[in-house]
């Protein structure tokens, strides 16, 4: 896992295919919205934030996520 994003860069980025918020993750932004469920890679520190590079991650993976962000965030 390498270094975390600038905050000020994250809290512009936003999902391409749903315009949700992101989260990071490890190498990963996640994107808020339950309907696309999307992830983008982050490769040598820059975000990919292009539809085709992206996955769609299972539902209980999601929710995984979001729980875990949702903890992080009440802390």
Do not use: N
């Not at 918020?21 to 469920?37: F, H, I, K, M, Q």
């Not at 983008?40 to 929710?63: C, K, N, Q, T, W």
């Amino acid at each position: 896992m390498g270094d975390r994003l600038d905050p000020e860069l994250l809290s512009i980025l936003v999902c391409p295919a749903s315009h949700a918020p992101l989260v990071e993750v490890g190498d990963w932004l996640y994107s808020t919205d339950p309907a696309t469920r999307r992830r983008y890679p982050i490769r040598e520190g820059i975000p990919i934030m292009l539809i085709d590079e992206s996955e769609v991650v299972d539902e209980s993976e999601f929710a995984r996520i979001m729980k875990q962000t949702q903890e992080k965030v009440s802390r």
